[in-house]
């Protein structure tokens, strides 16, 4: 299995950064692809932006594009979410999921999850 721990949420006003990250535990962290989901209340949990295995290859939302970034470090076993330019409808918790090899937009695919961390801007 997989442990995942998210931190790095908060408030903050529209226009401003944070960065969240989210730790590792157990199984190698290199053999699993990760992403990051946000969920805000009465919404299905939707996706932000994911990340292969190497952290070669990287996918935004529409919605992120441009404002976010995703990274990894398998030696750190951390993956981290650096978002710019937040916005009002960011507001959300912030979940990272890992799934073994391949990465993948959808939330259903993701065997393991974090416990989330609060987001919430402003305006």
């Known amino acids: 299995q997989v442990q995942l721990v998210e931190s790095g949420g908060g408030l903050v006003q529209a226009g401003e950064s944070l960065r969240l990250s989210c730790a590792a535990s157990?199984?190698?962290?290199?053999?699993?692809?990760m992403g990051w989901f946000r969920q805000a209340p009465g919404k299905e949990r939707e996706f932000v932006a994911r990340i292969s295995t190497s952290g070669e290859f990287t996918r935004y939302a529409d919605s992120v594009k441009g404002r976010f970034t995703i990274s990894r470090d398998n030696a750190k076993n951390t993956m981290w979410l650096q978002m710019n330019s937040l916005k009002p409808e960011d507001t959300a918790v912030y979940y990272c999921g890992a799934r073994p090899y391949s990465s993948s937009s959808y939330a259903t695919e993701y065997a393991y999850w974090g416990q989330g961390t609060q987001v919430t801007v402003s305006s």
């Open positions: 157990g199984r190698t962290f290199g053999n699993y692809a």
